[in-house]
C-alpha cells in the first residue's frame, strides 16, 4: 500500500513537472516570449508623435525580476534618422506602480502638472522605470520615488528598444517589491514634440507572480496509464 501512493506521488510530480514550465523573458527586442503574458493593457492611437503613442503595455515576474514591455505605434527609442517628421527626438517611456495597491497613497495619476489626465482608474504611484531618449540616445535608464526623483532606486537596468518595443528586466528587491503581491500598474509617455504632449494608459491590477504556459502533449494521460497497470 505503501509504495503504490509513493508510485502515485512521484508519478504525479513527474507529470506536472513534464506539463508545466515556465515562460522565461529574455531581455533581446524580441517579442515572441510575451505571447504568454495575459497581465495587459492596450491603448487607443491618439497622438501626433507615433514614437511616444503607447500601443500596449505588460508585465511579469521571473526569477526576482519584474520585466516589462512597452510598444508605441511608431518606432520606440527613434534615432534621429527615424525620428517622425516634424517631431522632436525627446521621449520619456514610463512605467508606473502602484506598490501597495491603493490610489489615496503615493502620486495620483489623475492629474499630472495641474492638468486632468482623464484615466478611468487612477492609482498611487509610488515606483517608477523609466527610459529616457534624446537625440536617439538613451537619457537616463533609472526607477526612482515616484514623490521624490531625486531618490534613484536604480541608474542602470537590462533594457532593450528593437521596432516598435521597449523591455526592460529590473530586480523586486531593488523596487522594494514582492513576489506573489498584487500592484497597480500602468504607464504615460511625455515627449517634447507636440508642446510635450502626455499619453497616458489605463490602469489595472498586478499580480506578481510568474506567467505559466502549459504545454500538454499526453503526459498526464500516460502516467495515469502507467498508474494503472501497477
Same mark, same amino acid.
Given at each position: 500500500?505503501?509504495?503504490?501512493?509513493?508510485?502515485?506521488?512521484?508519478t504525479?510530480?513527474?507529470?506536472?513537472?513534464?506539463?508545466?514550465?515556465?515562460?522565461?523573458?529574455?531581455?533581446?527586442?524580441?517579442?515572441?516570449?510575451?505571447?504568454?503574458?495575459?497581465?495587459?493593457?492596450?491603448?487607443?492611437?491618439?497622438?501626433?508623435?507615433?514614437?511616444?503613442?503607447?500601443?500596449?503595455?505588460?508585465?511579469?515576474v521571473?526569477g526576482?525580476?519584474?520585466y516589462?514591455?512597452?510598444?508605441?505605434?511608431?518606432?520606440?527609442?527613434?534615432?534621429m534618422e527615424?525620428?517622425?517628421?516634424?517631431?522632436?527626438?525627446?521621449?520619456?517611456?514610463?512605467?508606473?506602480?502602484?506598490?501597495?495597491?491603493?490610489?489615496?497613497?503615493?502620486?495620483?495619476?489623475?492629474?499630472?502638472?495641474?492638468?486632468?489626465?482623464?484615466v478611468?482608474?487612477?492609482?498611487?504611484?509610488?515606483?517608477?522605470?523609466?527610459?529616457?531618449?534624446?537625440?536617439?540616445?538613451?537619457?537616463?535608464?533609472?526607477?526612482?520615488?515616484?514623490?521624490?526623483d531625486?531618490?534613484?532606486?536604480?541608474?542602470?537596468?537590462?533594457?532593450? !528598444? %528593437?521596432? &516598435?518595443?521597449?523591455?526592460?528586466? $529590473?530586480?523586486?528587491?531593488? +523596487?522594494? #517589491?514582492?513576489?506573489?503581491g498584487? =500592484?497597480?500598474?500602468?504607464a504615460?509617455?511625455?515627449? !517634447? %514634440?507636440? &508642446?510635450?504632449?502626455?499619453?497616458? $494608459?489605463?490602469?489595472?491590477? +498586478?499580480? #506578481?507572480?510568474?506567467?505559466?504556459? =502549459?504545454?500538454?502533449?499526453?503526459?498526464?494521460?500516460? !502516467?495515469?496509464?502507467?498508474?494503472?497497470?501497477?
Amino acid at each position: 500500500m505503501v509504495r503504490f501512493i509513493l508510485s502515485i506521488m512521484i508519478t504525479t510530480m513527474v507529470s506536472l513537472v513534464g506539463l508545466t514550465s515556465w515562460s522565461a523573458i529574455v531581455v533581446d527586442g524580441k517579442i515572441d516570449d510575451w505571447v504568454n503574458v495575459k497581465s495587459s493593457v492596450k491603448d487607443d492611437q491618439d497622438m501626433k508623435d507615433t514614437s511616444g503613442d503607447i500601443k500596449l503595455i505588460q508585465a511579469t515576474v521571473n526569477g526576482g525580476n519584474l520585466y516589462l514591455r512597452m510598444s508605441v505605434y511608431g518606432i520606440a527609442a527613434p534615432s534621429m534618422e527615424k525620428t517622425p517628421a516634424g517631431m522632436n527626438n525627446r521621449y520619456y517611456y514610463h512605467w508606473i506602480i502602484d506598490a501597495d495597491n491603493n490610489p489615496k497613497t503615493g502620486f495620483n495619476n489623475s492629474s499630472y502638472e495641474k492638468k486632468a489626465t482623464n484615466v478611468k482608474k487612477p492609482i498611487g504611484v509610488e515606483k517608477v522605470v523609466m527610459i529616457g531618449w534624446k537625440n536617439g540616445n538613451p537619457n537616463g535608464i533609472e526607477a526612482y520615488n515616484a514623490l521624490n526623483d531625486d531618490e534613484k532606486f536604480t541608474k542602470d537596468y537590462k533594457y532593450a !528598444a %528593437s521596432g &516598435d518595443t521597449l523591455e526592460a528586466e $529590473v530586480p523586486l528587491k531593488v +523596487l522594494g #517589491l514582492t513576489e506573489g503581491g498584487t =500592484v497597480g500598474f500602468s504607464a504615460f509617455q511625455e515627449g !517634447a %514634440s507636440d &508642446d510635450w504632449a502626455v499619453d497616458w $494608459v489605463e490602469s489595472i491590477d +498586478l499580480k #506578481l507572480v510568474p506567467t505559466v504556459a =502549459v504545454d500538454a502533449k499526453g503526459k498526464l494521460s500516460t !502516467a495515469w496509464a502507467t498508474l494503472k497497470m501497477r
